[in-house]
T-cell receptor, first 114, second 124 residues
Framework: QKEVEQNSGPLSVPEGAIASLNCTYSDRGSQSFFWYRQYSGKSPELIMFIYSNGDKEDGRFTAQLNKASQYVSLLIRDSQPSDSATYLCAVRSAGGTSYGKLTFGQGTILTVHP | DARVTQTPRHKVTEMGQEVTMRCQPILGHNTVFWYRQTMMQGLELLAYFRNRAPLDDSGMPKDRFSAEMPDATLATLKIQPSEPRDSAVYFC??????????????????????FGPGTRLTVL
């Protein structure tokens, strides 16, 4: 079992719809959870992070975390063609020498069509 | 505009040659990470440093790869000898490990990693 799993997609949604991206992780001690967006040929860029159970909203983006289910998701409201990219879920390990180390999922390819 | 810089951006070399990639982390950051990204494997952590000390290089093939941080403003990743299977995009990322505020890092987000533009390596 991979440490961080994502559905590779591609996930295709129409413009204006809600895109839902999901991620599960295996390390129960994980403390921080990150969503990165990566356009083709570019480097990953941070969208948002979440550390406590529940929802965290930032503009059109909402991250949801459920530590009991070891599940984190990203919702993109009013999806735009410019949101078309690969979305990477990353999980930060608990303390010790692994402090700060992120484990990334394989990424979900999102396509928003006009 | 603080950002991670990497050189070179592109490198084409022949099998057996030495390759050196360089990274300048964001000023003030004390952690540096080297990742490799391929279509098959995704984003893999090769090595990481905190306060210039290597903490974890378990993801790196030790026989041909080496990572160093000669000073706080420069991290290097070397491959010697290079092989075609090393062809990938190599990213450097930097972050801050510790408390900048009264909040723990997971609350303030100070443990966020910021990525450089990457070095696209092709080994023929």
């Amino acid at each position: 079992q991979k440490e961080v799993e994502q559905n590779s997609g591609p996930l295709s949604v129409p413009e204006g719809a809600i895109a839902s991206l999901n991620c599960t992780y295996s390390d129960r001690g994980s403390q921080s959870f990150f969503w990165y967006r990566q356009y083709s040929g570019k480097s990953p860029e941070l969208i948002m992070f979440i550390y406590s159970n529940g929802d965290k909203e930032d503009g059109r983006f909402t991250a949801q975390l459920n530590k009991a289910s070891q599940y984190v998701s990203l919702l993109i409201r009013d999806s735009q063609p410019s949101d078309s990219a690969t979305y990477l879920c990353a999980v930060r390990s608990a303390g010790g020498t692994s402090y700060g180390k992120l484990t990334f999922g394989q990424g979900t390819i999102l396509t928003v069509h006009p | 505009d603080a950002r991670v810089t990497q050189t070179p951006r592109h490198k084409v070399t022949e099998m057996g040659q030495e390759v050196t990639m360089r990274c300048q982390p964001i000023l003030g950051h004390n952690t540096v990470f080297w990742y490799r990204q391929t279509m098959m494997q995704g984003l893999e952590l090769l090595a990481y440093f905190r306060n210039r000390a290597p903490l974890d290089d378990s993801g790196m093939p030790k026989d041909r790869f080496s990572a160093e941080m000669p000073d706080a403003t420069l991290a290097t990743l070397k491959i010697q000898p290079s092989e075609p299977r090393d062809s990938a995009v190599y990213f450097c990322a930097s972050g801050f490990s510790g408390k900048l505020t009264h909040e723990p890092p997971e609350m303030s987000g100070t443990d966020t990693q910021y990525f450089g533009p990457g070095t696209r390596l092709t080994v023929l």
